[in-house]
DNA sequence: ATAAAAAACTTTATGTTTAAAATAAAATCG
DNA sequence: CGATTTTATTTTAAACATAAAGTTTTTTAT
């Protein structure tokens, strides 16, 4: 269970890596989950917010434009119930605006505010510099390896699963 | 204060990886969340399950003497607080028991019922062929790579934080 | 022995998240 | 044109999640 036999048991036509996915899943998933707890207790800490609320303006950042709630719900892989919820206290706090869009009248377009603007720029500085220390002691070689095999596997995985790309 | 290198040439000079290090964790992300999301879904389709309760169920099945509330929330790197709800609504459905021990009445042990074996049994064997699915076109080469590479990312991240590892 | 501290867990308040249902506007079609 | 369908979003209810405060029990230091 634990270690693997010396001679692996593989069926020829196409016997997956025993349990060898599971675990990389499992690695991934626990390196991930410790990555952003400690993002998420540094911006309690030091801003008085949540990881949830940083990746909205994120987001927003990089989209100058404005994005509409779909596109956001989509940029952020999680449900437009989550988004608007996020976005309403956002708004509330001065840090995004809502506007309707004059053509399609259902869509809402989402912009960052100065304010929004400002405290975005003050927590991404912070917070690249978090993202640089945790990976400190990974060199150069090391993350353009990873980079690349995390692609393959984004790849693999909606390969994998034809029909719907989960939301 | 921090067990940084004496020689840490990016600290003066200025950016360290530019911005690669953020990139690789975005990618960490997305590509995890794209997981976690795919499992979401068919557990919930399959199964009528979520996947904390799958966790959960998962992390005692691996522990099949018990483990105390604290144990269990410090290995699903999740809060006291939210595994006391998960762990009270899956002894209200039958799939766990929890337990006062008898030398130390603070500690609750929690275990699985022989109901709550079955049903993650019954999962297990499905949820590990969605992982393998999803990874099918990584090769074992690759697999290995990214366990180790993401080994010393996890390393990296521990040894950036000295004083209080992220619950 | 007794008070203070620590530990294990629960509770509370707030916020996040999802799936599903509801609403509303636009597009399609007969 | 009017009916249907599709699309974009919001709302709802239940579950999930966290931090902080509270309760009970054990340990430690006077």
Redesign the pocket.
Known sequence: MTHLPKTFPEKLGGAPHSKQSLRLWLRMLSCT?LIE?TI??RL??QFS?????F?VLSALERHPDGL??????RF??????????????LEADGFVV?SR?P???????VKLTDKGMEQFKAMAHVHENWIDEMFASISVEEENRLMDDLRQVQNSVIRSNPEKN??
């Open positions: 989950i707890n998420r207790n309690a800490e917010t949540t990881l949830p609320r990746d509409t709630m779909g596109e956001l719900s952020l892989m999680v449900s437009n119930g989550n988004v608007t919820g996020l976005v309403s206290r809502r869009a053509k399609d009248r259902r869509t809402h377009y989960p939301s």
